[in-house]
DNA sequence: ATTAATTGTGTAACCGGTTACCTATTAGGG
DNA sequence: CCCTAATAGGTAACCGGTTACACAATTAAT
């Protein structure tokens, strides 16, 4: 590998005026910048980022914590950030956390040995001062960790009560709410938004909601209980589309069919909800536009740009499909 | 943040001893190592790994270069890089090439500039120059880029004759295939696999065969072009699974039943297949398992550990759904 | 008791950049 | 023509670690 100090003795200059053409700081003849330029090309010199990093305490690369990429939602999370990263010239080291506190912490810990720039993460368990003990720029997505803290989360609670509404329009008469894990803030939201819609309709009682814990096992199992339970049950409101995914997949067990008999709704807008059949009616964040966001928050933060406002909620949409 | 000076001059000694104590390595007195242990736990101190990586040479991080992380194939790969990589004491750099080699080598260039370890990489451009010039080990998964370098594959033929003749053996006469991208070995060699069994066969002619592209939309076209075509066949392997759902949402449009009057079969195993109604029967390759030998094998390679072999080819393994 | 080998610790060079500071030259203003 | 300001470029300190080397103090061997 060629150094700055062969690019230097090839051009016959120093090695800080090798720096300074690079940079194109402080004051360069333009005979020198001429000569250095070309021993650069010649030797195709690359600067070496690691001493750059360690100079200027920040390595050009952020970091993604989220639960676990191999949920859809985060993925596409993923690929918008990593997307918008590399357009502003950064790299993304990705963390799957698991959700799991001492998971996320080490991660923390290490990115800041690494000088990573910032942080976006995705996190329940996250303390506002494990945050700010960092010292680094940290973007909260999808959950708010604390007041104060830059954040990018949608709409939840008036997504939730869209979605409810609209089953009532569509003629559902007893709808049940399949929610997300307890404690998790989306999951609350979601369900107060459904709960504000329905907690004053004649029919409604505790029993229809119940827990599935946002992934598709428990959903299925909830679901089955809940049908059991009320077969009177014609709409489902589920808290992500995997949940619904797994809703449907049991009105087929049962012989229900979906929308005729049954009408199902979800929240996330991953793309698996448009290759199933039938189609996902759901509600849909703008996840891509979500990472975007994320992402360029986080750099403003990083390159101390002046930001309008650190908290941002996304609208949300209904797309109507055919499971309702 | 505290560096090493500090925790020397909290304990008493030198620069020199506490790098000792933190690396285990030299001589210490067992005296001034527990001083020493003292002085870090005090200050919690974290050892920076920058500094650390201009010395070495070797930032613990390696690159992961992949098409898209939006792939399910590749989605599920990147978590089981990634934990592996942590076990290991690696974070990851994730990296999407969108297949573009401009896009690659840039990504090469950087990584490379930032001491990753070692590239993790599946690319249908790259050549074995590109690669070699790094210096730094490289495994190449799913994709082979030349002999001689460490690889990672599945019996993509073997996967491909075992499904057709799975077909075959369903009672299907009339065997169609929609295939995936040209140029790319892997779509190359599901074609291969495909063409061997029904070669032979009456039947069977070129128009048979018809490119999806490795993607849903391609495959939907292709499908429907292959079905009106020729409406007389009764089983299409197609070469991944996303073209496989393709093409059974293209035949729901049709009205065929499936797996009654069509059968399906894809190659993958990716989650979602077992998520849609019919569940697809599938040649399910062990992803996740691809991503920890390749990282296994990567950080072997990377750690000079001794090697058995630098070329890994994963059996496969035909599940049986709803969708045949 | 003397010498060699082992153990313990500090000093300083090094990894490959960036930049504060210094000196020299040139240009512009009065 | 002299003085100040702007321009040009070199020297060396610094970022925070690691380690070669030197030297001192023990310990073991003869």
């Known amino acids: ?25 402080g004051y360069v003849g333009q005979r020198t910048r001429e000569k250095v330029e070309k021993a650069i090309k010649e030797t195709s010199y690359k600067p070496n980022e690691v001493a750059r990093s360690l100079f200027k305490k920040q390595s050009n690369t952020i970091g993604l914590i989220v639960p676990d990429i191999m949920n859809p939602f985060f993925t596409e999370l993923a690929r918008a950030v990593e997307d918008m990263a590399i357009k502003l010239g950064y790299n993304v080291i990705l963390c799957n956390s698991d959700g799991n506190g001492d998971k996320e912490q080490a ?52 997504g939730a009560m869209m979605a409810t509404r609209y089953l009532q329009s569509k003629g559902c008469r007893n709808i049940g709410h399949i929610r997300g894990s307890y404690g998790v803030v989306n999951a609350e939201e979601r369900y107060e938004g459904y709960k504000e819609v329905v907690a004053n309709e004649p029919w409604f ?15 299925i199992e909830a679901t089955a209980e809940l049908l059991r339970l009320h077969p009177e049950i014609d709409g489902i409101f589920a808290a992500n589309d995997i949940m619904a995914i797994g809703a449907i997949k049991v009105a087929h067990q049962l012989g229900k069919k979906v929308p005729e008999e049954l009408a199902v709704i979800g929240f996330d807008g991953i793309k698996l909800s448009t290759v199933m059949t039938p189609e996902l009616t759901t509600i849909v964040q703008p ?38």
Chains 1, 2 share one sequence.
């Open 1 to 25: 590998m060629t150094s700055i100090k062969d690019v230097a003795r090839i051009a016959g200059v120093s090695v800080a005026t090798v720096s300074r053409v690079l940079n194109d700081k």
């Open 107 to 158: 991660y923390l810990d290490v990115l800041k040995q690494k000088y990573v720039n910032g942080i976006i993460v995705s996190s329940n368990t996250l303390t506002a001062q494990q945050v700010e003990e960092l010292n680094i720029p940290v973007v909260s997505i999808d959950r708010e960790i604390s007041k104060g803290l830059p954040t990018i989360v949608v709409e939840n609670k008036k």
């Open 205 to 219: 009682r505790e029993s229809y909601v119940v827990n599935g814990n946002f992934d598709m096992q428990s959903s």
């Open 287 to 324: 996840i891509y536009k979500l990472g975007e966001i994320s992402a360029e928050m986080l750099i403003s933060l990083m390159e101390q740009q002046p930001i309008e406002n650190t908290y941002c909620k996304l609208d949300v949409e209904l797309i109507e499909r055919n499971s309702t």
